[in-house]
């Protein structure tokens, strides 16, 4: 699906609530916070920014973020009984819509000193998301940004998910076509001006199998190993890549 310029500039604006919604929620990041203090915090942006929450009611989710500490890969739900302690890493997963245009991001960060390996986990993690976001350019082809993402993880000796992939986004979140963060064997569709993505990789620290808890929404490692999570939304442009959710 091609955007026109009028629906890029609501997307644009969805995107920048969103990277608000990460700098509120990155300012209260520190040991002894719950994850509900964090869902507070972007509810506050969707709030004051007259955003509505596209998580919120997502299938049945009860919350305006994911918030996955540690093994969490992803779709942790918010509450006050999960405190975040020294050490830990929490992936924080944003949305909102504006005037019926989305925006989805989210990142991984650390809660106080975290240990070398979680950290290299991060960089490594974010790292490929941009090698992923620079291969959407006009002409070329889609499932380039998997083989990007899975080039710098497995470089790092680190396991891309499978399961949960990124994905096109506009008057929905989650719109065709997927976007695999590995190489699925075919390039996929040519890449053409007013594109929009959301381009997401999972990387664990360990193997990349997942396994999803008896809440039916938390996802975690099936080694129990670290997992990190970054995401932007993103379109083609004549320009190259322009990533609506950057702070
Ligand atoms: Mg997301
Ligand atoms: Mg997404």
Redesign the pocket.
């Given at each position: 699906m091609r955007r026109n310029e009028g629906e890029l500039i609501k997307m644009r604006k969805a995107g920048k609530v969103v990277a608000e919604m990460h700098e509120a929620t990155r300012a209260v990041i520190r040991p002894g916070i719950t994850t509900m203090d964090l869902n507070r915090a972007a509810a506050d942006v969707i709030e004051r920014r007259g955003a509505t929450s596209n998580f919120l009611g997502y299938h049945g989710f009860p919350a305006v973020i994911c918030t996955s500490p540690n093994d969490m890969i992803v779709h942790g739900i918010p509450s006050d009984d999960v405190v975040l302690h020294e050490g830990d890493i929490i992936s924080v997963d944003c949305g909102a819509i504006i005037e019926g245009y989305h925006g989805?991001a989210a990142y991984t960060a650390g809660v106080g000193e975290i240990s070398k390996a979680a950290a290299r986990l991060l960089e490594v993690t974010e790292r490929s998301l941009f090698a992923g976001i620079e291969q959407l350019t006009k002409g070329n082809r889609l499932h380039e940004v998997g083989r990007a993402v899975q080039k710098v993880a497995e470089a790092a000796g680190f396991g891309v998910v499978r399961e949960y992939v990124?994905?096109g986004i506009g008057t929905a979140?989650h719109e065709a076509p997927q976007v695999p963060n590995y190489w699925p064997g075919t390039p996929g569709p040519m890449l053409k001006t007013g594109m929009v993505f959301?381009i997401?990789p999972m990387v664990n620290i360990g193997s990349p199998e997942t396994m999803t808890l008896e809440d039916g929404w938390a996802v975690v490692t099936a080694d129990g190993s670290l997992s990190a999570h970054f995401?932007h939304t993103i379109a083609v442009t004549e320009h190259g890549p322009e990533i609506f959710t950057l702070p």
């Open positions: 989805d990124g994905h979140m959301a997401e995401e």
